[in-house]
């Protein structure tokens, strides 16, 4: 990615679990088919509450909750979306063996929570979200996105 080809590169600050969500709805207007959220970020940063708001822009109306031990949730949108965790994973060669591959290339939103332990499975023109939790308590949120993200997946 070249520096200034960005539709987003901001930081948002977030004081509430909504404003998290939030966040994340906001990014949602910007995905399209086949697009990726790399979520990172440690245990209760907020990934899967931030996926809770691209859910709501997608209309989904069943609760997401953490696919922690199914690994792969999908649920029905506009677009379907894909939310994986990465965190039980040994690495790309165990996500690929899932069908990792297929799911990202399947037509639907994915979203990969600890996507930092995929990072050969994470397609160039992924949307890179950063999580920090502030001695405060509230989230820093990072949201780097390529340009024509929704078009270099594949
Ligand atoms: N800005 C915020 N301030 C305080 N709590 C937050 C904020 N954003 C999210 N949370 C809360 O943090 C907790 C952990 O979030 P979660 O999304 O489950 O984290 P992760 O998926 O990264 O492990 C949840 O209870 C969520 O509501
Ligand atoms: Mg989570």
Do not use: Q
């Amino acid at each position: 990615m070249t520096p200034g080809n960005c539709l987003f590169d901001m930081t948002v600050i977030s004081g509430s679990p909504e404003e998290t969500i939030a966040a994340g709805e906001r990014l949602g207007e910007s995905l399209k088919p086949g697009s990726v959220v790399a979520l990172r970020g440690k245990l209760g940063a907020g990934k899967t509450c931030f996926t809770k708001g691209i859910a709501r822009f997608l209309g989904i109306e069943e609760e997401v909750t953490s696919p922690t031990y199914t690994i792969v949730s999908e649920y029905s949108g506009k677009i379907p979306l894909y939310h994986i965790d990465a965190y039980r994973l040994k690495g790309d060669d165990d996500f690929a063996a899932l069908g990792g591959e297929e799911i990202i290339g399947g037509g639907g939103v994915s979203v990969i929570e600890w996507s930092e332990r995929i990072p050969e499975s994470i397609p160039p023109g992924a949307v890179i979200v950063e999580l920090e939790i502030l001695p405060g308590g509230g989230r820093k949120i990072s949201i780097r996105a390529p340009e024509n993200h929704e078009y270099s997946c594949y």
